[in-house]
């Protein structure tokens, strides 16, 4: 993924603090923005590593400061939900004149709420995700209940809301309770995913069921089972990036195109502190990583489980091929696989007295269909004839240099 950070101006003026998240080729499957929780910001973990997941998956988010916010400029106290809405109209008509109109937008707690009252007023949104969201906007209220009866004395006070302070005023209670989000959900005709926790201790999951029943269909619910509202567990926002990217597929579909890899097959980026590396092919994108126990995060296949998927796939292809021509009937193949580095005098296939490393690939076909034994020791014959096994068998040069900066 490719980060950029970039502002713009408010509906008053001032100046919003946003970031976009772009895909390794930076040609997007499409554009969406992201609406953090009450009083969070961009930098918010669980914001950021669903956008990031989504990036990598081929999709450009841009997150932003809400006005008072973060690195946003303005007053907080003085906006309230409305200038929450305003602000997300604000960053999808930015993203439609400088790069391309958003069709999904995405909103967690209150940034939920938020985005369906936005994206009624935008017609290139076509698909609408929340997680974790309140069917009201003033159920927010709860976070500062001890208060309310001051703020409605004295027509503001201090609060404390996630260890910040803020001073409320009874204009801003008065903007929240003034919203009905499901009346408004109910006259909408957009796709949407609702994503909610069983275990949500902050806004019940009965939320759900309330905007669930007020949305016409096309709707889905997903359960986030197992998670507390923050999505406090990376593998628990991770997974929310990846559903989201799965789901758009139905209800935003885009045609596959050829990648941008400047004349290259193959293009590869680690960015970051850890190892997660996107991979681009001509038309697909891939990540690959470590185990948690040398330091990765584990989100897709280390550089060995690639080495050996090519040899797997390779192999299946060309036994269906050959099987095809000679019209067999193979219900399915499986190929296993393992790697490991051996001395050379332990090998059986290497006739060798030196006691040097070598790797050793070890293959094993699995063939479901009417096979005799002709036939599969034929298909032990045809296996290393696949062209990565004759590849991996063949002398291999790697030339090395530094790409030119344009």
């Not at 998240?21 to 554009?31: A, G, K, M, S």
């Not at 299946?316 to 499986?334: C, F, H, P, Q, S």
Request: charged share 25%.
């Amino acid at each position: 993924m490719k980060i950029q950070n970039l502002s713009f101006p408010n509906a008053s003026g001032e100046q919003l603090s946003a970031r976009l998240y772009l895909p390794l080729d930076e040609v997007p499957r499409f554009y969406t923005v992201f609406a953090h929780c009450f009083t969070c910001s961009k930098n918010f973990k669980a914001v950021t590593n669903i956008s990031a997941t989504l990036s990598q998956l081929g999709v450009a988010v841009l997150i932003l400061d809400f006005t008072g916010l973060g690195e946003s400029d303005g007053d907080f106290e003085e906006g309230g939900f409305s200038s929450n809405v305003s602000d997300l109209i604000t960053a999808s008509q930015f993203l439609e004149e400088n790069y391309e109109a958003p069709k999904l937008i995405i909103g967690h707690s209150l940034g939920g709420a938020a985005v369906i009252f936005a994206a009624a007023r935008l017609d290139s949104i076509q698909a609408v995700v929340t997680i974790g969201a309140p069917s009201q906007p003033d159920h927010v209220k709860r976070l500062f209940s001890d208060e309310l009866d001051s703020i409605k004395e004295d027509g503001k006070a201090k609060v404390d809301i996630g260890g910040k302070p803020f001073t409320l005023s009874q204009e801003f209670l008065k903007d929240f309770e003034s919203q009905n989000l499901l009346e408004l959900l109910h006259g909408m005709r957009k796709a949407f995913l609702f994503m909610h926790s069983p275990q949500d201790r902050v806004v019940d999951i009965s939320n759900a069921a309330e905007l669930y029943q007020a949305a016409f269909h096309p709707k889905s619910f997903v359960t986030l089972d197992g998670s507390d509202h923050l999505l406090s567990d990376e593998k628990e926002s991770r997974y929310a990036g990846e559903v989201i990217s799965t789901w758009s597929k139905k209800y935003l579909p885009t045609e596959v195109s050829e990648n941008n890899v400047k004349g290259h097959q193959v293009k590869v980026r680690l960015a970051g502190d850890s190892y997660t590396t996107e991979v681009m092919t001509p038309f697909h994108h891939l990540i690959a990583d470590e185990p948690e126990s040398v330091g990765g995060k584990n989100l897709g296949p280390t550089p060995y489980d690639l080495l050996m998927a090519s040899l797997g796939t390779c192999t299946a292809m060309t036994l269906k091929m050959y099987a095809d021509r000679k019209g067999w009937v193979l219900k399915e193949i499986n190929v296993y696989l393992n790697h490991e580095r051996v001395h050379q005098q332990d090998s059986e296939s290497v006739d060798s007295s030196q006691n040097a490393m070598l790797s050793k690939f070890t293959r094993w076909l699995e063939v479901k269909g009417d096979v005799t034994e002709e036939m599969k020791q034929k298909m032990l014959e045809i296996a290393d004839k696949c062209p990565v096994h004759k590849t991996l068998h063949e002398p291999i040069k790697v030339e090395t240099y530094f790409k030119s900066q344009v």
